[in-house]
């Protein structure tokens, strides 16, 4: 779940920092605490979005997320290689992580999800932890998508969610039926 970066700067020990980064798909809002990624927001993204008011700005802290956030949407990188935290319940934990292991350009049902986290029945509930993933496109639940293929939801809205997913060329696992 996390990887090894190089420790945060001594000045954002114990504070969240934030900064924002253009992208594609509108601009990203980016949290870390402690070295470790902890937020990527998009604009008006539903349940999670903006700015916390005890977040402090420091463009400076970011370098390596923006580069590789860059990379990714320049069609150079498929994977991220970046340290998180995440924070949640344990069943949301569960589905964070495993939407880690969904293959760039692949997408798989809720349903598979709600196998994959050990819970066949909790389709619903995979679907709301999905929704309030705290690191969008780099943990990638645009790659969930409907059991009849359809979009589905997306907590960045449908239109960030189609246009990911044709990024990664996943034209074929989904239908346009959103």
């Known amino acids: 779940m996390t990887t ?7 000045r954002t020990r114990g504070h969240t ?18 070295g470790d990624l902890v937020a990527v927001r998009m604009e008006d993204q539903r349940h999670l979005s903006g700015v916390e008011p005890d977040w402090v700005r420091d463009d400076d802290g970011f370098g390596d997320v923006a580069e590789q956030l860059r990379a990714y949407f320049a069609g150079e990188r498929t994977t991220f290689d970046l340290a998180t935290r995440i924070e949640g319940t344990p069943f949301q934990a569960d589905v964070w992580e495993a939407l880690r292991d969904i293959p760039f350009g692949q997408t798989i049902s809720y349903a598979e999800l709600a196998c994959r986290v050990g819970r066949p029945a909790a389709v619903r509930a995979v679907g709301q932890a999905n929704g309030r993933n705290p690191l969008a496109v780099v943990i990638p639940c645009h790659r969930v998508v409907a059991a009849d293929g359809s979009l589905g939801g997306y907590g960045g809205g ?18 346009d039926r959103a």
Do not use: N
């Open 4 to 10: 090894t970066t190089a420790p945060a700067p001594i």
């Open 17 to 34: 920092i934030t900064t924002t980064v253009p992208s594609p798909i509108g601009p990203l809002t980016l949290a870390r605490r402690d």
């Open 158 to 175: 449908l239109d960030r969610k189609r246009w990911l997913l044709d990024h990664e060329g996943a034209h074929d696992t989904w239908s």
